[in-house]
C-alpha cells in the first residue's frame, strides 16, 4: 500500500511507515538552490553529532534523497533512518523508497534476502528500519516530547569501539547521531595515544571491520545452502562411483538401476542442482568480490586509479574462473569419476602375473608375455561332437557320455629355453555337461580345432589339409557345479579354486574383470572311495573357501597357502577388453631368474572359462 501522505512533509498523522513505500520517481525534489540556501546556515559545531542534532531541530539538515529538509516531529512522517557507517541521515520513507527500488533490479532478486546499498557512501546493508540512533528503540517507542534530542531513546549509546590509545570499550553518550568518542580505560594511563594515520595493515583490518550490517549473516546463510548441496552431492558421488566401479559388490543392481540413475542424474542434476548451483555461487562470489573490493580499498578512485581498476578486472576474472571450477566439481565428479576410481583399482591389479591374454576375442586367444624370452602365441577354442553309437542301432539319445560334445582349447606354443626351436602341443578338453576336464598331448598343431574356431567363419568350400593326429592323455579331473548358492568353482584335482565363478557364467559383463584364481599349496587326500576325486583335510578346504570369500581388493595379500595365479582385468579408464593375467614358472639360471611361461594345469581353469562364456554366447547370444 502506498503512505497516505504526500511525499513532501506533511503535519498529520499516519500509520507506520515501515509497511508501506512512496516510489522513488514520485518523491519530489528541491532545487539545487534552496539546498545551498539551506546549506548557509548548517551548524558549525566541533563535534560531528552535534552538528546533526542542531540542524535536524533548525530544519537545515538535507535529506541526500528527495533534497528536502529532515525535521522533527512526532508523528511517522518524521521517522528518520542514519547510516551507521557514514552516518547520512535521511527520511525513512525516502530511504524505504530507495531500497524498494534497488530490490527490483535483476540481479538483486536472486539473493533473496533483502538488502541494499547506501546512496552516500554504497556500503551494503539489511532493510532500513525506522529506530533511534543507537537502534535500541524503534520510532514507536521514543519520547513524543523530545525536541531536545530529535531522535534519541535518551539511553546510553553503549555501541562498541576502540579509544585513542585502541582499547575496546563502549560509548557512555546519550544516544546520538555521527561517531562516538569512545572513553579510554584506566589501563590507558600514560600510554601514548595512537597516531591519527593507521598503518597501511591496520587501514586493512579497519575497512574489513566496517563491512556493512547483515553482510556476514547473508553470506553464511548462502554458504550453509551451497555447502549443505555440495555435501549431498559428495555422498551420492561416492555411492556412484562404488555402484558403476565396483559392480562385484552390487551384483543385485542390473541394467534398470542404472536407467534410473541416469534419469534422476538428468532431470535433478541437470535442470534442478546444476542451475541452483549456478545462482548460489554468483551470489557467494559477487559478495566475497565487494568485499575484497572493500577490503583492498579498490573502490577509491583517489590513488593509483589505473592500477586498482585493472586489478578489480583481474580479480572478477579469477573470482569467475574460481566459482566455474567449483560449479563443474560435480560434473567432472560423475562424468569422471568411475573412470578414474576404475582406473585405480586395475593398474596394479596383475602386477606378477605375466602373462595376458585377450578374452573378448572369444575363439582365437593371443597370448603375450612380459618376459622377454617368451614369444607370443596363438590358442583356438572349438566345439566338437564325438558321440558314441552302438553298432546298428546308433547313440543312445538318453544317456550322455563323458566327452561326446565338448569345447577344445588347443595350444602349440615354443618349447621353453634351450628346446625354444621346438614347439609343444597341447590340448585342453572341456565336457560341461559333464563337469570333466583331460589334458591332452599331440604329436602336431590341431589344424581342424584351428579351422573348427575361426577357419570356417571364413570359407565354407575351401578346407585346408589335415593330418591324423596322436593324442595322448596327459591327465583328467572334474570341476564342481556352480549356483547362487556354492558361487566358487574347485579343481580339486588341480587344487584350484575358481573365486566367483556363478558371477562370471551368470553375470553382468561388468562383473567378469574381478575373477581370482587360486592354488592351494596345501596337502590333499584321496578318499577311499574308489574313482572320487581327491579333496582337500577339511580344516584347509574351510580355510581355502575363507579366500575364495575374500572381496575383490587388487592389493590384499593373500594367505600364503593360497597363492594367486590367474586374475581376469580390464585396464583402462573405465571398463575396456577383458583381459585374463596368468602367473608363469620360473627357474634360476646363473642366478638370473628366467620365466618357463605359463604351466599346462593353469590352462585348465582358462578352458573352463572361455568354454562357459562360449558356451553361454552360444545359448543366450551374451558374453
Same mark, same amino acid.
Given at each position: 500500500m502506498k503512505f497516505p501522505w504526500p511525499a513532501s512533509r506533511a503535519d498529520s498523522a499516519s500509520s507506520d511507515p515501515e509497511a508501506g513505500v512512496v516510489p522513488l520517481e514520485n518523491i519530489i525534489r528541491l532545487s539545487t538552490e534552496t539546498q545551498r540556501r539551506n546549506g548557509f546556515r548548517q551548524s558549525n559545531l566541533p563535534d560531528h553529532g552535534d552538528r546533526i542534532t542542531e540542524d535536524i531541530k533548525n530544519g537545515n539538515y538535507i535529506c541526500s534523497i528527495c533534497l528536502d529538509s529532515v525535521t522533527h516531529g512526532d508523528t511517522y512522517e518524521y521517522s528518520i533512518w542514519h547510516c551507521l557507517s557514514c552516518y547520512t541521515v535521511t527520511h525513512f520513507r525516502c530511504a524505504k523508497s530507495w531500497a524498494q527500488a534497488r530490490s527490483r533490479t535483476a540481479f538483486s532478486s536472486i539473493r533473496f534476502l533483502e538488502s541494499w546499498k547506501c546512496p552516500s557512501c554504497s556500503n551494503e546493508i539489511l532493510e532500513p528500519r525506522a529506530r533511534c540512533w543507537c537502534q535500541k528503540k524503534s520510532f514507536r517507542s521514543l519520547e513524543p516530547s523530545n525536541n531536545e534530542r530529535p531522535n534519541s531513546c535518551l539511553d546510553i549509546c553503549d555501541r562498541a569501539g576502540t579509544c585513542g590509545h585502541g582499547e575496546e570499550n563502549t560509548c557512555t553518550k546519550m544516544c546520538h547521531p555521527g561517531p562516538c568518542n569512545i572513553p579510554c580505560k584506566p589501563s590507558c594511563a600514560g600510554r601514548r595515544v595512537l597516531p591519527p594515520t593507521p598503518t597501511g595493515w591496520e587501514r586493512f583490518w579497519a575497512r574489513i571491520h566496517q563491512r556493512p550490517a547483515g553482510s556476514v549473516r547473508k553470506f553464511i546463510f548462502f554458504f550453509s545452502i551451497f555447502f549443505v548441496i555440495y555435501a549431498l552431492l559428495g555422498v551420492w558421488l561416492h555411492y556412484h562411483i562404488q555402484w558403476w566401479s565396483k559392480p562385484f559388490k552390487y551384483p543385485q543392481l542390473g541394467d534398470s538401476h542404472i536407467i534410473a540413475e541416469i534419469m534422476v542424474l538428468i532431470l535433478v542434476g541437470v535442470f534442478v542442482i546444476l542451475p541452483l548451483n549456478c545462482i548460489l555461487l554468483a551470489a557467494l562470489f559477487a559478495d566475497l568480490g565487494s568485499f575484497l573490493s572493500v577490503a583492498f580499498n579498490l573502490n577509491s578512485r583517489e590513488t593509483k586509479p589505473t592500477r586498482k581498476a585493472a586489478m578489480k578486472f583481474f580479480g572478477r576474472i579469477l573470482l569467475f574462473l574460481i566459482a566455474l571450477g567449483i560449479w563443474m566439481l560435480p560434473i567432472l565428479g560423475f562424468a569422471g569419476g568411475v573412470d578414474i576410481a576404475w582406473y585405480n583399482q586395475m593398474k596394479d591389479s596383475c602386477n606378477g602375473l605375466n602373462t595376458r591374454i585377450d578374452m573378448d576375442t572369444m575363439t582365437k586367444f593371443t597370448v603375450r608375455s612380459l618376459s622377454p624370452n617368451i614369444a607370443p602365441y596363438d590358442m583356438y577354442l572349438a566345439s566338437h561332437l564325438d558321440p558314441v553309437l552302438v553298432p546298428g542301432t546308433g547313440n543312445t539319445t538318453n544317456t550322455t557320455n563323458p566327452f561326446e560334445y565338448y569345447q577344445r582349447l588347443s595350444i602349440s606354443r615354443p618349447s621353453p629355453p634351450p628346446l625354444s626351436r621346438d614347439y609343444e602341443h597341447i590340448a585342453i578338453d572341456i565336457d560341461i555337461p559333464s563337469r570333466l576336464y583331460r589334458i591332452l598331448h599331440l604329436n602336431a598343431s590341431n589344424a581342424e580345432n584351428e579351422y573348427m574356431a575361426l577357419g570356417y567363419k571364413s570359407s565354407l568350400t575351401s578346407l585346408p589339409t589335415?593330418?591324423?593326429?596322436?593324442?595322448?592323455?596327459? !591327465?583328467?579331473?572334474?570341476?564342481?557345479?556352480?549356483?547362487?548358492?556354492?558361487?566358487?568353482?574347485?579343481?580339486?584335482?588341480?587344487?584350484?579354486?575358481?573365486?566367483?565363478?556363478?558371477?562370471?557364467?551368470?553375470?553382468?559383463?561388468?562383473? $567378469?574383470?574381478?575373477? $581370482?584364481?587360486?592354488?592351494?599349496? !596345501?596337502?590333499?587326500?584321496? !578318499? %577311499?572311495?574308489?574313482?572320487?576325486?581327491? %579333496?582337500?583335510?577339511?580344516?584347509?578346504?574351510?580355510?581355502?573357501? $575363507?579366500?575364495?570369500?575374500?572381496?575383490?581388493? !587388487?592389493?590384499?595379500?593373500?594367505? $600364503?597357502?593360497?597363492?594367486?595365479?590367474?586374475?581376469?582385468? %580390464?585396464?583402462?579408464?573405465?571398463?575396456?577388453?577383458l583381459d585374463m593375467c596368468m602367473k608363469e614358472d620360473t627357474e634360476f639360471k646363473k642366478g638370473i631368474e628366467v620365466s618357463k611361461g605359463v604351466s599346462e594345469e593353469f590352462w585348465v581353469p582358462f578352458a573352463i572359462m572361455v568354454a562357459h562364456r562360449e558356451r553361454m554366447y552360444e545359448m543366450e547370444g551374451r558374453k
Open positions: 589335415f593330418h591324423p593326429l596322436e593324442e595322448t592323455i596327459k !591327465s583328467n579331473g572334474s570341476f564342481s557345479e556352480v549356483t547362487k548358492k556354492d558361487k566358487h568353482m574347485l579343481i580339486p584335482e588341480l587344487n584350484i579354486g575358481i573365486a566367483n565363478m556363478y558371477s562370471f557364467i551368470y553375470g553382468s559383463p561388468e562383473q $567378469k574383470p574381478f575373477i $581370482k584364481i587360486y592354488q592351494n599349496q !596345501s596337502p590333499y587326500w584321496r !578318499s %577311499s572311495a574308489p574313482g572320487s576325486p581327491t %579333496s582337500l583335510f577339511p580344516m584347509d578346504l574351510l580355510l581355502f573357501n $575363507k579366500t575364495l570369500n575374500e572381496p575383490w581388493d !587388487s592389493k590384499k595379500n593373500t594367505p $600364503k597357502d593360497h597363492k594367486l595365479v590367474m586374475r581376469t582385468a %580390464s585396464f583402462g579408464h573405465g571398463r575396456q577388453r
